[in-house]
Each structure stands twice: as C-alpha cells, then as structure tokens.
C-alpha cells in the first residue's frame, strides 16, 4: 500500500522557519521524483518545488526561490523541505508527492498544515 505521510507543520511566527518531512512507504522511492505542492485557505493548487530521482537537480518556485530547500534521502524514503524567513503568504496545507515519468504513476500524501501568524 502506496502511503506519504506529511509532518513538521505548525504555527510559527514571520521570519520564522519549519522542516516538513515526507515519510514514504510502499513503492520505490528512489525511482520517482518528488515534489512538494501548497494549497491555501480558497485559493488553488500551487506547485512549491521538485527534486529528480537523484536528487542532484532541484526545481522551485519564484514565490519561494532562495526561502525553501527540498531534499531527499533515499536511504530513509523521506522527502524534506526547509522553509526559512516564513511570510504570511506561505501559510497553507503543504503536500508532497511522487511521480514516475517511467511509469506514469504519481502518488500524493494528505498533507502538514503550515500558519504563519504573529
């Protein structure tokens, strides 16, 4: 059984930093890329960043390029996210996600909630 499972969230104030975790089980972590994605109180889905198969490559968003930091250890199948100088702009339920472009398989976890607030 496929599961992702997010941590690390909570309430933290402005300027402020997180590490979210991605505890992976039930397929080959180290054959898919993963990404974390955002969604905030009524607003759509928002890609935050990717990281390859072997983690030398990394992709971000503008909105947080230079802020966050994705890594992997395959070794562990855990997916991280450094979130440093936190803006009320980032608070949001974050989620991460699997995709094989192999396959075609992506899996998604359910998500840690992130609030910025004074």
């Known amino acids: 059984q496929v599961q992702l499972v997010e941590s690390g969230g909570g309430l933290v104030q402005p300027g402020g930093s997180l590490r979210l975790s991605c505890a992976a089980s039930?397929?080959?972590?180290?054959?898919?890329?993963m990404s974390w994605v955002r969604q905030a109180p009524g607003k759509g889905l928002e890609w935050v960043s990717t990281i390859e198969i072997g983690g030398g490559s990394t992709s971000y968003a503008d909105s947080v390029k230079g802020r966050f930091t994705i890594a992997r250890d395959n070794a562990k199948n855990t997916l991280y996210l450094q979130v440093n100088s936190l803006e009320a702009g980032d608070a949001a339920n974050y989620c991460c996600g699997a995709e094989s472009l192999a396959t075609g398989a992506d899996y998604w976890g359910q998500g840690t909630q992130v609030t910025v607030s004074s």
């Open positions: 039930g397929f080959t972590f180290s054959s898919y890329a």
